[in-house]
């Protein structure tokens, strides 16, 4: 088997807040290799961004923050790291597509000086190189009348192009890990599918690691080899995205699918929600944090807090390495979703 580019081992990412300390990242591990597409799926509030952001070296230890476990980038302990020497993994060995490219760009500078900073720092290429391999690379992603666009600011530039602004910049210097949080995020249908479809090529023509992030449950679907559900800052369901979604276990992954509005009901239907609210990561509740919201949940849910275990193969025919965090996981054919 390919040994992994990424290793993430019992991550968890702790806040210093004046109400307390909130875990938003906890104990959450996974692998990735070249080449592969994990997708982080959950609703707002889970920790995926958190754990993204973490996984970059963005988040690490401080006086606000605490950071405990590994992550490996090509066998480098990144938070083994000094800040001088974790900023030379950013570009070259990590790149990342931040959620809104508005706020991500600065709003002062022309597009090329964004893109030929990137260049000139990492790679030591001269001003005029820079400026030649960043309009290679505005067309790369897509963007009509490239040297044009590098004059222009970013508030010149329509949403769609803004966020191909950002993969170009993180892609500029060819990294092997791709982060991207959130990458269409306000944009239209056609615009959403056209990134997406430029990142999945992107991830095969240079055969990079790539991780995911969304709470579309369809941006996913089609465009990962594998799936970690995140539920209040824990992985509560992983496996290959099709077992995944195919055959869920845990009740939270059910009741997301069971979310999705459905084309073949008919017109008014009313949408399936899943009834209460995520929990207050301050004063998260005992044992399972679902509990509060499952229509499974037995007494026992509420003292114990479940363990990610690996299903039986027996019971996951095909879908090797399916792991579920559920005293009372769906095992029956054909179970109702959202329920």
């Known amino acids: 088997m390919t040994s992994p580019f990424l290793e993430v081992e019992?991550?968890?990412?702790?806040?210093?807040?004046?109400?307390?300390?909130?875990?938003?990242?906890?104990?959450?591990s996974f692998r990735?290799?070249?080449?592969?597409?994990?997708?982080?799926?959950?609703?707002?509030?889970c920790g995926k961004s958190v754990l993204g952001r973490t996984v970059m070296g963005l988040v690490s230890n401080s006086r606000t923050a605490t950071v405990t476990g590994s992550v490996r980038v090509g066998g480098v302990d990144?938070?083994?790291?000094?800040?001088?020497e974790r900023r030379r993994l950013w570009g070259p060995e990590i790149g990342m597509v931040f959620q809104d490219p508005m706020t991500s760009l600065n709003p002062v500078k022309r597009i090329g000086t964004h893109l030929t900073e990137?260049?000139?720092?990492?790679?030591?290429?001269?001003?005029?190189?820079?400026?030649?391999?960043?309009?290679?690379?505005?067309?790369?992603v897509g963007i009509p009348e490239a040297a044009r666009r590098m004059d222009q600011?970013?508030?010149?530039l329509s949403g769609g192009m803004r966020q191909r602004v950002v993969i170009a910049i993180a892609l500029a210097c060819r990294p092997r890990l791709l982060i991207a949080d959130e990458p269409t995020t306000a944009l239209?249908?056609?615009?959403?599918?056209?990134?997406?479809?430029?990142?999945?090529?992107?991830?095969?023509?240079?055969?990079?690691?790539?991780?995911?992030?969304?709470?579309?449950?369809?941006?996913?679907?089609?465009?990962t080899d594998r799936v970690q559900v995140m539920y209040a800052g824990r992985t509560v369901e992983s496996g290959a995205t099709g077992s995944v979604f195919d055959d869920a276990r845990h009740p939270y992954t059910d009741?997301?699918?069971?979310?999705?509005?459905?084309?073949?009901?008919?017109?008014?239907?009313?949408?399936r929600t899943i009834e209460g609210t995520p929990p207050d990561m301050a004063r998260p509740p005992a044992g399972c944090r679902f509990r509060p919201r499952c229509a499974r949940a037995e007494e026992h849910c509420g003292h114990v807090s479940p363990v990610l275990a690996s299903l039986p193969a027996a019971d996951t025919p095909g879908a090797g390495g399916r792991q579920v965090a559920c005293h009372y996981p769906i095992v029956l054919e054909g179970a109702t979703r959202g329920r």
């Open 10 to 28: 019992d991550l968890r990412t702790v806040f210093h807040t004046p109400r307390g300390d909130v875990c938003a990242v906890d104990g959450v």
């Open 32 to 45: 990735l290799t070249a080449g592969e597409t994990l997708g982080l799926v959950g609703e707002s509030g």
């Open 78 to 84: 990144v938070h083994g790291l000094k800040p001088s």
């Open 118 to 140: 990137t260049l000139c720092r990492h790679l030591g290429c001269s001003r005029s190189e820079a400026r030649k391999r960043g309009v290679e690379m505005l067309r790369e």
């Open 153 to 156: 600011y970013p508030h010149e």
């Open 188 to 223: 239209d249908v056609t615009v959403q599918k056209q990134i997406l479809d430029l990142l999945a090529s992107l991830v095969a023509d240079r055969h990079m690691a790539m991780i995911l992030v969304s709470h579309d449950l369809g941006a996913v679907a089609g465009r």
């Open 255 to 271: 009741a997301l699918l069971g979310s999705i509005p459905r084309l073949e009901d008919p017109p008014h239907t009313r949408l």
